[in-house]
């Protein structure tokens, strides 16, 4: 079984749904009710704003993911579009959203500045007027400033499972290597994926080239202040 194959079966012991990350969205999302959940994974974001009166839409790359996002909404008799797709091809989405988050660091895994202001751009077109989005990212200015090699590791051990998350620099590109200790297999599954080093400066000039407005930054889910050392960079903007 592969590292993301593995991954999926324990998503939602390794990444849970956070209280910080869902007050987060309902707050700044306001009134605008119809959503579309970028990178959904399992489903985690999208099943429970649902379940508390929004429309969310998910779109995901992975199979297994899809798969265990379409249980999810069956189990909770959720009706909701979910689209099997790269974030590349979010214009291929025939309908508008009032807004669209795209949380996890997932942004990232696109190939650079041109691509990641294609997809704003993209997410910009398919929004109605005054829609906003959310962007949360690994704030890549602490790293490259303080050269940092690890992120905090997830301790699960209770539950099984323990994931390591390292990091090393390539030119403006991280690599990042993931490390997924399974109890009841008594193995270790390793995957290395390179990731955009995007900063601060870039995030803004690429949401306000795609027309976006508006912009405010936090250094977390917690509405705490940016700065280049907090963990995170949350941004949220709008369109106007």
């Known amino acids: 079984m592969s590292f993301y194959e593995k991954l999926s079966t324990y998503y939602d012991v390794v990444f849970k749904t956070g209280e910080n990350q869902l007050r987060f969205i309902k707050k700044y999302m306001g009134d605008r009710k119809k959503l579309l959940d970028v990178a959904a994974g399992t489903g985690n974001y999208s099943i429970s704003l649902s379940k508390d009166g929004y429309e969310v839409d998910s779109l995901e790359l992975d199979s297994d993911m899809v798969e265990l996002l379409e249980n999810k909404a069956t189990k909770e008799s959720i009706d909701m579009d979910i689209y099997e797709m790269n ?45 906003a989005i959310i962007i949360q990212i690994v704030n890549y200015d602490r790293v490259i400033k303080n050269n940092v090699t690890k992120l905090p590791t997830i301790d699960r051990s209770d539950e099984g499972v323990v994931f390591e998350r390292l990091y090393s620099m390539k030119d403006e590109k991280v690599i990042f290597t993931g490390k997924l200790s399974v109890k009841e297999d008594n193995k270790e599954y390793t995957s290395d994926v390179e990731l955009f080093a995007l900063l601060k400066v870039d995030l803004e000039e690429l949401l306000n080239k795609a027309g976006f407005s508006n912009m405010k930054f936090f250094g977390g889910f917690d509405e705490s202040d940016y700065s280049d050392e907090t963990f995170a960079n949350v941004v949220v903007a709008y369109k106007e």
């Open 87 to 131: 974030m590349m091809d979010i214009n291929e989405i025939d309908k508008k959203y009032d807004g669209v988050y795209c949380i996890g660091n997932s942004l990232v895994h696109l190939n650079g500045k041109e691509e990641i202001g294609e997809f704003f751009k993209k997410t910009y077109d398919i929004l109605n007027d005054n829609g």
